[in-house]
């Protein structure tokens, strides 16, 4: 047996629970799970909003671990292998015009950690080879974790931009996603500019690594008086900031929205006229969250978390207490190793 928290069923909470070990089926490997980010994904994964979900289901989608068990037909990995799983939870089908086109996340058939099977609220976890990504030895599982989903929905987005050394980049919504994509934009060598809702937190972004630090009221003419932002990456929903920050943009400049809003604004004069796009992007497979891996152990780009044991997960998953944390909440499911 072991410990878990898990969501008995729509809408009940998550609760403290003990479920027997779960054992690997074929390509599949059992992980004992060291560090779980928490996202508020989770919290709808308790609320009923994903369509298909069975319960009881055990959330978690920004796993750390190490592979206990390994199954049979597992390929490229062993035993003791340092790894993670992310939002993407394997199980592409391979033959899809999205698998096709490389583009494994998109696959209708893919399953999702934490929702469409359990994820990493556990001391031990099952998942399919093909949603393990590999952890550098120098990392430490509660950095790893949020990296798994915040960090390479950022990085990976980010990246497939192409925006050149130099570029002005501005990152709209200063949590979870923003923290991190400051200083992604700051190692790629982008001029990165932060936006928030008030100088709070000017000082703190501008050692993560922003240039500058424009208010929302102010974001607008100040990047138009440097010429435009050639990227802005949108992570907080906020339609009406968002709306406006389309204005200033550069000529040919792109808006990265990170975020899930219902309805948005566009003047689509503007973004014909001035070869402007707006782009969204979704995570990324586990070859990109190897790569983000990489990436922030070479560059020493960390999440700021909170660390919390599995005991305090209904404290952690609370949504006012979620929305104070500083920057991402992390459940420590074994201290014993890095």
């Known amino acids: ?18 479920i027997p070990i779960p054992e690997p089926k074929d390509q599949e490997v059992r992980i004992k799970v060291y560090a779980c980010g928490v ?48 939002f993407y939870g394997g199980k592409h089908c391979g033959i899809c015009k999205d698998c096709l086109n490389n583009s494994w996340t998109t696959c209708k058939k893919i399953e999702t950690c934490g929702t469409t099977y359990d994820g990493g609220f556990a001391e031990y976890m099952v998942a399919p080879q093909d949603a393990l990504a590999k952890i550098p030895e120098d990392l430490d599982f509660k950095y790893a974790g949020p990296l798994m989903c915040a960090g390479v929905t950022v990085y990976n987005s980010m990246r497939n931009m192409k925006m050149m050394p130099g570029s002005l980049i501005a990152i709209h919504g200063l949590g979870g996603l923003g923290h991190l994509a400051v200083q992604y934009g700051n190692k790629m060598g982008m001029e990165v500019a932060a936006i928030g809702l008030d100088r709070t937190n000017e000082e703190l972004y501008k050692k993560l690594g922003a240039h500058h630090y424009f208010t929302n009221d102010e974001a607008v003419e100040k990047l138009t008086a440097l010429g435009g932002a050639n990227l802005i990456v949108a992570t907080a ?25 219902d309805s948005m604004t566009i003047d689509t004069m503007d973004l014909v006229l001035k070869k402007k796009s707006i782009v969204g992007f979704l995570t990324g497979d586990p070859r990109d969250m190897e790569d983000t891996l990489k990436f922030s152990a070479l560059t020493n780009v960390k999440p700021m978390i909170e660390e919390y044991p599995l005991e305090k997960v209904k404290l952690c998953m609370d949504k006012d207490h979620m929305a104070k944390a500083k920057f991402r909440n992390v459940l420590i499911i074994d201290k014993e190793k890095k």
């Open 237 to 261: 929903p906020h339609p009406p900031s968002i709306e406006k920050l389309q204005k200033a943009l550069a000529n040919e400049g792109k808006l990265l929205v990170l975020t899930l809003i």
């Open 39 to 86: 996202c508020h994904t989770d919290i709808t994964v308790g609320e009923g909003k994903v369509d298909g979900i069975t319960y009881p289901r055990v959330p978690g989608h920004e796993v750390a671990g190490v592979i206990d068990v390994v199954g049979k037909n597992v390929v490229g990995f062993k035993k003791g292998d340092r790894v993670g799983v992310g």
């Open 1 to 18: 047996m072991m410990k878990c928290a898990l969501f008995p069923r729509p809408g009940a909470g998550i609760e403290l629970a003990s």
